[in-house]
């Protein structure tokens, strides 16, 4: 069997190996060794070491994937949020509130009930104009109701999405 003279990577004790290993031992400081051949060196590498370099490549591997997912999660939120928007009477998207909602409401049962009073103090056909007045209120409720619910189911929605985006961080660091 040829044997090659190398050095422990680790602690420099002269070692006779086989030369065709490809892992060795060495017998003065326990290290596991890969021994490596070029065309006119062997010499030893201790295995923490490539164990360590593979755990950083593994480590940037799921920083990319962390990333990733990162980004796709953002990107469906914001596909997802989009959904949810409202186009107010200027033209301007804005996510429903539950505010919003309310203010919807008042307005549109005040505009019913201002109706109302206007119709009640005039005379004559006042009766239908008044009911008029009503179904308008009815109509604010409505609105009122909707744009609440929908307000609702957005928060429920992007508190999804930040418990998702948190639970990703919170993988990422025990990884
Ligand atoms: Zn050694």
């Avoid at 060795?24 to 006119?40: G, I, R």
């Avoid at 508190?159 to 948190?166: D, G």
């Amino acid at each position: 069997m040829e044997l090659s003279s190398i050095s422990c990577g680790n602690c420099g004790a002269p070692l006779r190996v086989p030369a065709e290993a490809r892992f060795v031992t060495c017998n003065h400081c326990q290290s596991h060794l890969a021994v490596k051949h070029s065309d006119s060196v062997t010499w030893t590498e201790k295995l923490g070491e490539l164990d360590e370099r593979t755990e950083r490549l593994e480590d940037e591997l799921s920083d990319l994937r962390y990333e990733t997912a990162l980004q796709r999660l953002d990107r469906d939120w914001e596909r997802e949020r989009e959904t949810y928007m409202i186009t107010s009477k200027n033209g301007h998207r804005h996510v429903p509130t539950v505010g919003g909602a309310i203010v919807a409401g008042v307005v549109a049962g005040g505009m019913g009930l201002f109706f109302m009073i206007m119709m009640a103090g005039s005379r004559g056909g006042g009766g239908a104009m008044g009911l008029f007045g009503l179904v308008f209120i009815a109509v604010g409720i409505g609105i009122a109701i909707h744009s609440y619910q929908k307000a609702k189911d957005y928060l429920a929605a992007e508190s999804r999405y930040r418990r998702r985006r948190s639970q990703l961080r919170s993988q990422r660091r025990s990884t």
